[in-house]
């Protein structure tokens, strides 16, 4: 390709396009031109089915015959993608004689004009073009874009928006940085200014830019030194300065942290809120001691609570799994009280210390000396305490190793159980035909 390319984006709002094919490639050129906001017709004699998906839509209009060059009248914009040479060729030829730019798919190297690789991370949009070669072209695309959610890339924002910023409530998942979300993770390399709780994933924090003003408002047992009012105040001031704000939290915004008070707080200031789910602490806290919170036939289902609250009216026997954050210092009170239900004093119990952190530790015992056993061994927060049968099945699905870690994970004891389900995997009769013949 020569170097007489001139890069350009085109703004097709209400504009009318042509796409001449009824295959693979004219449906995905179809679909990124309505995307676009483009006044999209496909002619085609036959579509095939992704384009009759997009025609349920409703999206574009078809005219179910063959190419007429009459069909260029009135577009901006023509792909051809047919497959055969001569028809693709001669409506490019139409096209330049109508003075109408066109997109030849069948001639990369010739066409008037080209799509290039596209890959779009906000309003970030990266469009690559490698000398004719498709494949290329996607794999560099591939690359820039692995770098811009990995955050290694310079995504922050030079110019300040006129009005007020963005705040972003991010969950931070239980604090291993690679449990972030791609969104999350390229959020917080936009931000110019980041208020950070304890138990997110804090080693992401050393990789931000310099002068990235980062606050840190982690809060300890029995000690706020940031009051949540302030940490809200904290959010608005910096937004309305036009300044974009990542507020990084552990686990999900939206389960017991907070996130709620924080996005109407913003939302009554005028300050543009997004919240980004993360991995709640939880369910997959238990998950990295091979403890599922559901599993066919020992729990149906879970109540997640703090261990400050009056858990006497949850649901009750030990098939229901209880999932107490931030229940340390109120372990004891909250043993006796779920022991008086259904569940009894043998109920498992585990206690997850530091969640995939490199101090992970388990603590297992039942309702009636799990307080006992937490006070013996030192037990603190952050912790997750998990309350019901699915405690057993921690040496059966516990892994081996520590996320990102050569250390063993330590095993655990747990109570014996007389006769717990555990489902087996099945195979139909009719796969097992298939398997044989």
């Not at 972030?180 to 924090?205: N, Q, S, W």
């Not at 585990?350 to 307080?371: F, H």
């Not at 921690?394 to 050569?406: D, K, Q, T, V």
Request: proline share 7%; hydrophobic share 45%; aromatic share 2%.
């Amino acid at each position: 390709m020569s170097t007489d390319l001139y890069p350009l984006g085109l703004r097709l709002t209400g504009k009318a396009v042509l796409v001449v094919g009824g295959g693979a490639v004219a449906a995905r050129r179809a679909s990124a031109l309505v995307q676009a906001g483009a006044r999209v017709t496909v002619v085609a004699p036959v579509a095939g089915p992704d384009l009759r998906a997009l025609l349920h839509t409703g999206a574009l209009t078809w005219r179910e015959r063959a190419y007429e060059t009459d069909d260029l009248d009135g577009a901006w914009l023509a792909h051809t993608a047919t497959g055969v040479t001569d028809v693709d060729a001669r409506v490019a030829a139409d096209a330049d004689a109508a003075r109408i730019w066109c997109v030849n798919a069948a001639e990369h190297r010739s066409s008037a004009a080209w799509v290039p690789a596209v890959s779009r991370r906000g309003d970030v949009t990266v469009a690559v073009s490698a000398g004719g070669d498709p494949r290329r072209a996607m794999a560099l695309r591939d690359a820039v874009a692995d770098g811009l959610d990995a955050g290694s890339l310079p995504l922050r924002h030079h110019r300040r928006p006129s009005g007020p910023g963005t705040v972003h409530l991010i969950g931070g998942g239980p604090g291993d940085p690679g449990l972030i979300t791609v969104l999350g993770r390229r959020l917080l390399a936009e931000a110019d200014v980041v208020i950070a709780d304890r138990l997110g994933p804090r080693g992401l924090l050393g990789e931000l830019d310099a002068d990235v003003l980062v606050i840190d408002v982690g809060k300890l047992p029995g000690h706020h030194p940031v009051p949540q009012d302030e940490i809200n105040a904290l959010l608005v001031e910096h937004a309305l300065a036009g300044r974009r704000v990542a507020r990084l939290k552990g686990g999900d915004p939206y389960v017991l942290g907070r996130g709620g008070e924080e996005a109407a707080f913003c939302r009554s200031h005028g300050v543009p809120v997004e919240v980004v789910p993360g991995v709640t602490s939880a369910i997959s806290v238990p998950a990295a001691a091979g403890i599922p919170v559901t599993h066919r036939g020992v729990a149906n289902g879970f109540t997640v609570v703090t261990g400050h609250e009056q858990i006497a009216t949850l649901p009750g026997g030990s098939d229901h799994t209880v999932l107490l954050l931030m229940g340390v210092s109120a372990l004891a009170g909250s043993a006796r009280v779920l022991a008086t239900g259904n569940r009894g004093d043998g109920c498992p119990v585990a206690i997850i210390e530091d969640g995939y952190g490199p101090n992970q530790r388990v603590t297992i015992g039942t309702l009636a000396t799990i307080a006992a056993r937490a006070a013996e061994r030192g037990v603190r927060s952050p912790a997750v305490v998990v309350v019901g049968d699915v405690v057993r099945l921690s040496p059966h699905f516990a892994p081996a190793r520590r996320r990102g870690s050569s250390e063993p994970v330590p095993t655990v004891s747990v109570p014996p159980a007389s006769a717990l389900p555990v489902a087996r995997p099945t195979v139909s009769a009719l796969a097992l035909r298939k398997a044989h013949s």
